[in-house]
């Protein structure tokens, strides 16, 4: 965030503001959506149902209002939905005057504007370490009656991926109380035993931005879009081998729980992702039965108790359900994660070892290299140089249009017949391309900007281009101001693994710390998230522009949309294996058994800067499944914990009951700080000067050997000593719980945070927890 120097420049700003709001008071103001958060247990004994006290409240708020016209004479028509199992409530359009009213109502909790929500958009299992040998190790007959059900909230699916077939799958599991919702090109044909529910919610999408049109976009589970059919398949798709994309990425494509089942929640249609339409699908799902929640979509950051997200996958918690969310792609800035309540498990994204890479070779003989998965008959020749040419201002700070590449900036004259070099930024990759395509030019080269450093990301052009990092870029754009006439041949290497180093953090993956509540960490874990290849929808070409004409089964995509499902699938194998585990142990073994050191036996680097990342960019590190099935100990927590922990949050009581709808929680003050929470990571801020010692209790659950001695190394610390106590843990039996205290004493603050970790092992098993320090006073 900039510094404010020059306070009158927001005069105009300021009057234009005021000027607006005298409107807003002239104008009565138009029905929004709103969802209304009920207390539960708070429903008066006249009722029977909760529906009907949701009627009656809606109805004590409307009688007097002009917006109950004579065109709806029911004011209970304008009630979207009814929410009954990890949200209780209702969604309804309302005026800001109505919305005021519910607020002060007894047994409203709180009423919530719509919030609209964004998508954060093969080798994966090999390179975690779960190929089909081990996949099929932990499926096996021992926990065949385990059945796994993964939820997907996404664009819908597309059934006739190979992806999606049910071979060798037993039948739906007799608990499952979902259903296959039909509609335009979706029957109940279409679900099977792999796709075993699929389920539509647009009611808030209507409400909001009017009917969809039935004749471009299906009313159905049917994806059209293909995201939710990529993120399905990377969480559990069937085996399919000879996958790839245009020859690239070939090999079997399989999920990472491939025996768990799948239901589909569409919540995602053109114009977006409604939050009414998300909560409604998020209650349905646990309803359902679903084990775990995959959701790769982010709305911003708000309060706890005003985030419906975050209440929802409260509820599903407290029900047994494991939540996983996209951390988001506003990387690499700090402070932009989205989803960072500490029962959701916050996914940030990395690269794997593979690669597509692809030469720009120039005239003066410099080579560079980049990534493409450009295949088509447009081919250039690699030996044959072209005139090359780039239309921004050289070294200028300026951002200039025509260098972005944006529709309608590129002069045919100038660009025709040549390779243009184009600056990433605005507009999509592969639109640029069109653009240029349009314009007449042969090809391109995508050049990075300083924020998306050297992290290379490989589309599907539709004309010969390549993606090259940020020093690539600057050196190419030098060399065109450098000669009367430039030139460039461009070549593609097809696919190439074994790539050092990896993983590597994504550079648009979001970055910590969290602000809502820095004394947890967040991001929980990075996964892959980066050139991922996975099934597609038929619908739309893999580049997604309607320009595309191109159908494919498989498409490559990158984004912690990607990396979500990855750790969505992995949960689902520990349930397999573990099914009276919680969903907090499933994260605990997650985190704990990360790895912060890539291929090349480095710390874990930062693609923005080349730099190696901290636990803000990876956070407890990257998954690894087959340790994680086994980590050793967890660190447990229980629904009324995590209540606890809201405790510290200065929330008031009406606040709080936003989060003890199910069970009558009450603060009971265990926690002294919200660093003792039992979180499997160690955030220590240092808020004053006189507050120099900072203590945290944690407690472990011995889940591996009955018998068993565990010793713990703690990294040091240039700002302070750290002593745990006791340093030895003594377990005579599974599941044998013992607590242990750690106390952080200030020594020397720090300009900059510190990093390290507190490890137990016990010789097999080695439980890592990252532990941060951070100083918030003057140094």
Known sequence: MGSLTKPCTWLPVLLTLSQICILCMATPSLPKTYIVHMAKAEMPRIFTHHHDWYTSTLKSVTASTKLQSETEPDPTKRIIYNYDTAFHG?????????????????????????????????????????????????????????????????????????????????PVPARWKGECEVGRGFTAKHCNRKI??????????????????????????????????????????????????????????????????????????????????????????????VDVLSISLGGGVSSYYRDSLSIAA?????????????????????????????WITTVGASTMDRDFPATVKLGNGM????????????????????????TGRNGSSITDPRSLCLEGTLDPHVVAGKIVICDRGISPRVQKGQVVKDAGGIGMILANSAANGEELVADSHLLPALAVGDT??????????????????????????????????????????????LEILKPDVIAPGVNILAAWSGNVGPSSLSTDHRRVQFNILSGTSMSCPHVGGVAALIKATHPDWSPAAIKSAL????????????????????????????????????????????????????????????????????????????????????????????????????????????????????????????TPFKGATVVVEPSVLHFTRQNQRLSYKITFKAKTPQSAPEFGALTWSDGTHSVRSTVALAWLVPL
Request: aromatic content about 8%; overall charge neutral.
């Open 472 to 517: 690539a870029g600057q050196a190419i754009k030098q060399y065109t101001k450098s000669v009367t006439r430039p030139t460039a041949s461009i070549s593609f290497q097809g696919t190439k693994v074994g790539i050092k180093p990896s993983p590597v953090v994504a550079a648009f993956s979001s970055r910590g710390p969290n602000f809502l509540t």
């Open 90 to 170: 209702f969604s309804a359009r309302l005026s800001e005057a109505e919305a005021e009213k519910l607020e002060s109502i007894s047994g409203v909790l709180s009423v919530l504007p719509e919030t609209i929500y964004e998508l954060h958009t093969t080798r994966s299992p090999q390179f975690l370490g779960i190929g089909p040998d081990v996949a099929n190790n932990i499926w096996s007959s021992s926990v065949a009656d385990h059945d796994v059900i993964t939820g997907v909230l996404d664009t819908g699916i597309w059934p006739e991926s190979p992806s999606f077939s049910d071979k060798g799958l037993g």
């Open 367 to 390: 080579n560079f290299t980049g990534v493409s998965l450009y295949k088509g008959q447009d081919n250039l020749s690699p030996t044959k140089q072209y005139n090359v040419v780039y």
């Open 314 to 342: 409260f509820g599903a918690m407290e029900m047994g359900v494991l939540v996983a969310c996209s951390a988001g792609n506003g990387g690499p800035d700090p402070v932009s994660l989205t989803n960072v309540s500490p």
């Open 591 to 714: 985190m704990t058994t990360a790895y912060v050191h890539d291929n090349s036996f480095q710390p874990l680097k930062d693609a923005s800067t080349g730099e190696p990342s901290t636990p803000y960019d990876h956070g407890a590190g990257h998954i690894h499944p087959v340790r994680a099935v086994n980590p050793g100990l967890v660190y447990d927590i229980s629904p009324d914990d995590y209540f606890q922990f809201l405790c510290t949050q200065k929330l008031t009581p009406i606040q709080l009951k936003a989060f003890s709808k199910i069970k009558n929680y009450t603060c009971k003050h265990k926690l002294d700080s919200p660093g003792d929470l039992n979180y499997p990571a160690n955030s220590v801020v240092f808020k004053e000067r006189r507050v120099s010692v900072v203590t945290q209790h944690r407690t472990v659950t011995n889940v591996g050997t009955p018998v068993s001695t565990y010793i713990v190394k703690i």
């Open 196 to 289: 075993i529910g699929a389920r539509m919610f647009y009611k808030g999408y209507e409400a909001a931005a009017g009917s969809i049109n039935e004749t471009s976009e299906a009313k159905s589970p049917r994806d059209q879009d293909g995201h939710g059919t990529h993120t399905a398949a990377t969480v559990a798709g069937s085996a399919v081998p000879n996958a790839n994309l245009f020859g690239y990425a070939s090999g079997t494509a399989r999920g990472m729980a491939p025996r768990a089942r799948i239901a589909a929640y569409k919540v995602c249609w053109t114009g977006g992702c409604f939050s009414s339409d998300i909560l409604a699908a998020v209650d349905r799902a646990v309803a359902d039965g």
